[in-house]
Every structure is written in structure tokens, then in C-alpha cells.
């Protein structure tokens, strides 16, 4: 059975450095990964995707993922932080068509001026 | 095209009685999924709708129900409420079943049980 794991519960990042919320994952088959954003009081929305063709997804605003099949990983980069990315981000996987997907705990980014 | 739209935004419910949320999908998409978030808990999955059959469901009480109408629309019941059922409610729709499909979601229902 497939699981996520988002390795920190909270990031803190000044504004124009790096992001990196990182996320492993265990899968018995070639895995669907994802990334989502959830702003405050808003619903999720898709960052970007990952399934089973280039290793390095580029997403929306900025973001990419690699995706790491020797260490099982799918974590989630980006150049320089701005003030906007402040939100809860969540990598999610699934496996087939009859799986579950499967959603990490998240991970709230902090982004400080 | 319309995003997922889910009604209502807010709803105050006392303990024992029954809501029922909606959610009205994308144009086009036929799967229908409910998830529960809390601050607790984080995001729960809840169940799966695709062409109005329940394919998937999570580790719920039987007081939580749902159902698919032809026009992919889907609707969510918990019976008896509890206080621990305060949450955020999360619909998502995806053009079809398969991990592939990415899921859009709506702004959720924010259920407070008192």
C-alpha cells in the first residue's frame, strides 16, 4: 500500500531564498505524485504532477519537484520565496486506478521579510 | 469553465442532527471525491464517487454517506452529528477515476457542530 511522508510540519523562509519542502513516499507500483497548495481559507490547488514521464516537473509560480526513485522522495524547490507563497502545501500520492490517493500531512510555509 | 462549486459556504448544526452538503463538479469530470479536514487530523479522505457508484471510502462511521446524480453532482449526509464533527468539508473533481487525474477542488463547507 502506498503512503506519504512530508518530513517537517513547519518551514520558516526569508523572502527571495530558496524553498525546499521535501516529502517521501512508498509505493508498490510507478507512483502519481502531486503537489497542492492550500491558502488560508481556501480550497487546494494543484502545484504540479508527476506521472512517470520527466523526473523534473516544472509547475505553477515558480515551482518544480524531481522525482527520485532510489530514494523515494518527491520534494518540492523553488528559487526565491516570495511573500505570496505563504500557504500549507500537501504531496499526495496514488498508484492506481482503483488506489486511494493518498495525502502527506502538509507542510506550512512560513515566509518572513 | 466553472470551478468546482460547493454549497453551502458555512453551516452551524447542533449535536444530534443531519446535514447534507453539496458539490457540484467541473464540467465534464465524473469523479467525485469527499475529504474531511480538521486541525488535528489534517486532510481525511472520505469516499469516491464515479458514475453515480461508490468506488473508494475511508475510515469513516456508517453516519457519513454520499451519493453521485447522473449529472455528477454529489452530495454528502452525516447523521447524528458530533461535536467532533466540526471540519472542513473538501469536494474534489477529476475528469475520470485513476491516480493520473489530478483533482480540482472546491472551497469547501466549513460544518461547526454545537
Known amino acids: 500500500a502506498q503512503s506519504v511522508t512530508q518530513l517537517d510540519s513547519h518551514v520558516s523562509v526569508s523572502e527571495g531564498t530558496p524553498v525546499l519542502l521535501r516529502c517521501n513516499y512508498s509505493s508498490s507500483y510507478s507512483p502519481s505524485l502531486f503537489w497542492y497548495v492550500q491558502h488560508p481559507n481556501k480550497g487546494l490547488q494543484l502545484l504540479l504532477k508527476?506521472?512517470?514521464?520527466?523526473?523534473l516537473v516544472k509547475g505553477i509560480n515558480g515551482f518544480e519537484a524531481e522525482f527520485k526513485k532510489s530514494e523515494t522522495s518527491f520534494h518540492l524547490t523553488k528559487p526565491s520565496a516570495h511573500m505570496s507563497d505563504a500557504a500549507e502545501y500537501f504531496c499526495v500520492v496514488s498508484e492506481g486506478r482503483d488506489d486511494k490517493i493518498i495525502f502527506g500531512k502538509g507542510t506550512r510555509l512560513h515566509i518572513l521579510p | 469553465k466553472a470551478g468546482v462549486t460547493q454549497t453551502p459556504r458555512y453551516l452551524i448544526k447542533t449535536r444530534g442532527q443531519q446535514v447534507t452538503l453539496s458539490c457540484s463538479p467541473i464540467?465534464?469530470?465524473?469523479?467525485v471525491s469527499w475529504y474531511q479536514q480538521t486541525p488535528g487530523q489534517g486532510l481525511q479522505f472520505l469516499f469516491e464517487y464515479f458514475s453515480e457508484t461508490q468506488r473508494n471510502k475511508g475510515n469513516f462511521p456508517g453516519r457519513f454517506s454520499g451519493r453521485q446524480f447522473s449529472n455528477s453532482r454529489s452530495e454528502m449526509n452525516v447523521s447524528t452529528l458530533e461535536l467532533g464533527d466540526s471540519a472542513l468539508y473538501l469536494c474534489?473533481?477529476?475528469?475520470?477515476?485513476?491516480?493520473?487525474?489530478?483533482?480540482?477542488f472546491g472551497p469547501g463547507t466549513r460544518l461547526t457542530v454545537t
Open positions: 474534489a473533481s477529476s475528469l475520470s477515476r485513476g491516480g493520473i487525474y489530478e483533482q480540482y
Open positions: 508527476y506521472t512517470s514521464a520527466a523526473t
Open positions: 464540467s465534464g469530470h465524473r469523479s
